[in-house]
């Protein structure tokens, strides 16, 4: 009984990671003050302290206000939970770089996200989103975006306004085609577009691009489709699995 209690604490709970290192805060000896159960982060002595709040497979419908507290998080971890939504109050978290929120039921990408000056790392993949609003394009730090498994098929043309973008996950959307926009943008190192039903390449151009490697892997290519890419793009590390 006391293996199973065990087992089933640290799968249920979080682990809260403070400077860098994992703790489970029901593991013996790991007790530490900056150690907090998700039910209790009121009781920590030095909120201040936390950059780091994981939060997995909790069954969370909703984001509880009492991660307010932890003024100088940086990365927010909300993955494989029942989330739908992402209050305002979010914005007031100055200080995260990163947020992940996978695998819930997220619709859309509320703007609230543009009042965040520090954010560089968003992850929305395999949610039930469909379309970007514009007003989120004004996040003007953001570098990392993964929308995989998603419902999109197009990006709004104002998407070249991401300039600082350097990693784009795509894939497992029902994109028919690459999207050029994305191709445009000046800093774009990656682009995945694997599992998608791409079969056309329609307004694909050479535009100057940073771009060292294209995922575009169980689509609807043609050998053709596949000899014009490595054309267009002969420095890019294409891959095709």
């Known amino acids: ?23 489970d805060p029901y593991a013996e000896g790991n007790h530490g ?5 998700y039910g209790y982060i009121e009781t920590v002595k030095n909120p201040s302290k936390i950059k780091k709040l994981v939060c997995l497979g909790l069954g969370l419908n909703s984001i509880s206000e009492k991660i307010l507290m932890l ?10 939970n029942n989330i739908s939504s992402i209050p305002d ?36 993949s395999f949610n039930k989103i469909k379309t970007i609003d514009a007003r989120l394009l ?23 306004i991401f300039s600082k973008l350097e990693e784009i996950d795509l894939s497992n959307n029902i994109f028919e085609e690459i999207p050029s926009v ?14 998608n039903g791409i079969s056309k390449f329609n307004n694909l151009t050479t535009t100057k691009t940073k ?8 689509n609807n290519l043609t050998s053709a489709n596949i000899a014009l890419l490595k054309k267009k793009f002969p420095n890019v590390n294409i891959s095709f699995n």
């Open 89 to 124: 109050w979010i914005s007031s978290l100055k200080k995260l770089k990163k947020i992940s929120i996978s695998r819930n039921n997220i619709s859309q990408m509320p703007p609230v996200f543009i009042k965040m000056k520090c954010l560089e790392e968003l992850d929305f």
């Open 33 to 37: 003050k900056d150690d907090v159960h």
């Open 182 to 195: 994305a191709l445009s943008l000046k800093n774009l190192v990656s682009l995945n577009m694997y599992g």
């Open 211 to 218: 771009l060292t490697f294209l995922a575009i892997g169980n």
């Open 71 to 80: 003024t100088n998080l940086e990365i927010l971890e909300l993955s494989n």
């Open 138 to 160: 004004g996040i003007s730090n953001l570098k990392k975006l993964n929308l995989s498994g998603n419902r999109l098929n197009t990006l709004p043309r104002t998407f070249v």
């Open 1 to 23: 009984m006391k293996v199973f209690v065990l087992i089933f604490n640290f799968i249920a709970f979080y682990c809260l990671v403070a400077n860098g290192q994992i703790t």
